[in-house]
């Protein structure tokens, strides 16, 4: 089973803000609280996450390698991150509107041992909240 989250979050900033944020792997990383800790690969675009999931197969963190695979700044990031535990993809896509910046998020979770596709059904929507927590917080001084 996959999991599928679409979400799109209206910030009254400059896309540029929102971008300078959602382009970040590490601004990325640190919003999502299953990332135990992570390290940024200077210059690659890629990231390994240490992830630490609730499930009863998995005891340690799970290491997973991200890697931005298209990028089209200012406008859009999609990045991938693989382990033997999960498989997610996510697409940010930042929008100009006449208030500010709309920002579409779009998140595909694959697990590949019993229980992380029904912890991700459960906690997706809550995961997705603490990024645009940590976005609005980032954005606000730069209005």
């Known amino acids: 089973m996959t999991v599928r989250v679409r979400r799109v979050f209206e910030f009254d900033a400059p896309p540029e803000a929102v971008w300078d944020f959602i382009a970040d792997p590490a601004k990325r990383a640190e919003a999502i609280s299953v990332v135990d800790s992570y390290e940024i690969h200077d210059g690659t675009g890629e990231a390994t996450w240490h992830v630490r999931l609730p499930i009863p197969f998995v005891k340690s963190t799970a290491r997973v390698e991200t890697e ?8 859009y990031v999609k990045f991938v991150g693989k382990s033997s535990v ?16 709309r920002l579409i998020n779009e998140f595909v979770v694959d697990g590949r041992v019993p229980g992380v596709e029904r912890f991700f059904e ?11 927590r940590a976005l609005r917080r980032s954005v606000e001084g730069e209005q």
Do not use: F, K, Q, Y
């Open 122 to 132: 459960r906690n997706l929507d809550a995961e997705l909240e603490n990024l645009e």
């Open 68 to 75: 931005d695979i298209a990028r089209d700044p200012p406008s």
């Open 86 to 101: 999960l498989r997610v993809t996510g697409e940010h896509t930042v929008e100009s509107t006449d208030t500010g910046t």
